[in-house]
């Protein structure tokens, strides 16, 4: 109680409430009693036992109440000093005493496509549903008990945001008032809902993405929500993990060998245990975390128990499988999803000793099979009705891995993209001509320049930017042919200049992309 004490008698004048003993990454509210028009400026320069400092704006509570709220990250001793145009609170200072927790902390991205608790070095599994809960921001008092729940329950709340102020002058104290607000909770911030068909919404989610960044001392994930990918922010500086909201594989497949970013899918959820299951497992072979809009409890919770076994910080979608898709950390584990078994699986894996495991996906039950040594594993699922998980796992590797949570077993350098050279091996021949219009679809059509075993499973993901009306990229069509899907948003005047490109990935996972310049009308 010494530190409420000491709190009690520097902040005196008529504060209402302190906080004592504080656990890391709860909440600390340092409570004040001051008329709604009387204050203009009341912060806390808050220092962490380790001497990191943060500026932390109070926030009004109704009535007389204001608040200056934070979360202890360090164990010890916080020291704070509160400024404000009051006489009686500028200058007052006082301590809090941060005790041990069992919170992991707050999350951040890390090993280019995955989460860390970075105070405490442990990896995350973003489940949506599971440890995460999207809560829209409405009545704070409504969304700060929403939180607070989700919070308590050990989920982390992803903090949907409302319609941003329009005009630029009001977005900072908009942003600083958030902040205040809900920051020193466990949360992340979804920019908006759904970024498409917004003209102008680059620019804005641009600036408050980077209004976030300056003034959440916690420095939580921020997203955004989206029809089909945010991917087009990925280089504004601010975006830290990429959404696919499209059911689709061919989108993160892709996306996910050019970005490196956490990626996550907040598709909706298919319908049936089955469907659902063939959903999560192929999305994950995608290299997403899974945050579906709804999904069957019992299907996630034997993924989650699976991944859990596994260095799933690590895994990266690997190429050198037949008969199915896989993720791997290469000399470590294999993990292959077989959803339609016709054959052998086979997979090429470094030379060692190999723990082999036929998996159920419905029911978690594992089947052992035959310890395997060598590089090219082949073997059939025990039943061919059905989908299965092979697991070729190092155990005795992983039960010494696993006294630790390293993040540097896995080196992942990224590749270099094949871009508009004669190495690309397909070419674009529709659409033809050089003119396309808003209000007249275009077909679309890659061709293939030579067949080979790499290019006998081609994805495609086409894109279009006008680049001059800084509006960013749109999805216009997955797979080798269709219809081009050419929003209004694409250009904010006409005629434009819009540059398409193909991105694509062979069956090895080499990645290629090929861009042609057209004249956009409406």
Not at 99 to 105: A, D, I, L, Q
Not at 160 to 187: K, M
Request: hydrophobic letters at 40%; proline letters at 7%.
């Amino acid at each position: 109680m010494r530190a409420l004490a000491a709190l009690s008698l520097t902040v005196l004048a008529r504060a209402q409430e302190a906080c004592g003993p504080t656990p890391l990454y709860a909440i600390c509210d340092i409570a004040f009693d001051a008329g709604v028009n009387e204050v203009t400026q009341l912060q806390a320069e808050i220092k962490s036992p380790r001497f990191r400092t943060s500026l932390v704006p109070a926030f009004h509570d109704g009535g007389r109440k204001w608040i200056i709220r934070f979360a202890p990250i360090d164990a010890g001793t916080y020291e704070f000093r509160v400024t404000s145009n009051v006489a009686r609170y500028s200058g007052k200072t006082g301590t809090v005493e941060a005790t041990p927790s069992e919170h992991p902390g707050f999350i951040r991205p890390a090993n280019y496509h995955h989460w860390i608790h970075p105070e405490t070095i442990k990896p995350h599994l973003w489940i949506g549903g599971v440890n995460h809960v999207r809560v829209p921001m409405r009545e704070p008092g409504e969304t700060e008990k929403t939180i607070r729940e989700a919070n308590a329950a050990g989920k982390t709340a992803d903090l949907i945001l409302p319609p941003w102020p329009a005009g630029r002058r009001e977005r900072e104290p908009w942003v600083r008032g958030i902040v205040a607000r809900y920051a020193a909770f466990d949360v992340t911030w979804i920019l908006t809902d759904r970024w498409e068909g917004k003209l102008g919404a680059r620019a804005a989610l641009k600036e408050i993405g980077e209004l976030f960044k300056k003034h959440d001392p916690y420095n939580h994930p921020r997203g955004v929500g989206t029809k089909l990918s945010s991917s087009p922010f990925s280089a504004d500086g601010w975006l830290d993990y990429i959404t696919v909201g499209a059911d689709s594989d061919a989108l993160p497949s892709v996306e996910h060998q050019f970005f490196a970013k956490p990626f996550m899918t907040t598709a909706p959820a298919r319908g049936g245990a089955d469907a659902f299951r063939k959903q999560l497992w192929n999305a994950t072979m995608s290299g997403q975390y899974p945050s579906f809009e709804g999904g069957d409890e019992g299907t996630i919770k034997v993924w989650k128990e699976f991944f859990e076994r596994t260095r799933y910080w690590e895994l990266e979608p690997w190429f050198d499988v037949d008969g199915g898709r896989a993720l791997a950390l290469e000399e470590t584990e294999y993990i292959v999803y077989v959803e339609k078994p016709s054959g052998p699986v086979e997979v090429q894996v470094a030379k060692h000793g190999y723990d082999v495991y036929w998996i159920d996906p419905a029911t978690g039950q594992s089947t052992k099979g035959k310890d395997y040594r060598g590089e090219a594993f082949a073997g059939e699922p025990p039943t061919k009705d059905r989908d299965w998980v092979l697991h070729l796992s190092r155990d005795g590797k992983k039960a010494g891995m696993l006294k630790s949570y390293k993040f540097e077993s896995r080196r992942n350098l990224g590749q270099e993209i094949e871009q508009n050279s004669p190495a690309v091996t397909f070419e674009l021949v529709e659409p033809a001509g050089n003119d396309l219009a808003l209000s007249k679809p275009a077909k679309f059509a890659v061709k293939l320049k030579r067949e080979t075993r790499a290019s006998r499973a081609m994805q495609y993901v086409w894109t279009g930017e006008v680049v001059n009306d800084g509006e960013g990229a749109r999805i216009l069509g997955l797979g080798a042919s269709g219809a081009l899907d050419l929003p209004r948003d694409l250009a904010a005047r006409f005629p434009a200049v819009l540059n398409v490109r193909v991105m694509a990935i062979n069956a090895n996972g080499k990645a290629y992309a090929l861009d042609k310049v057209y004249r956009l009308v409406e």
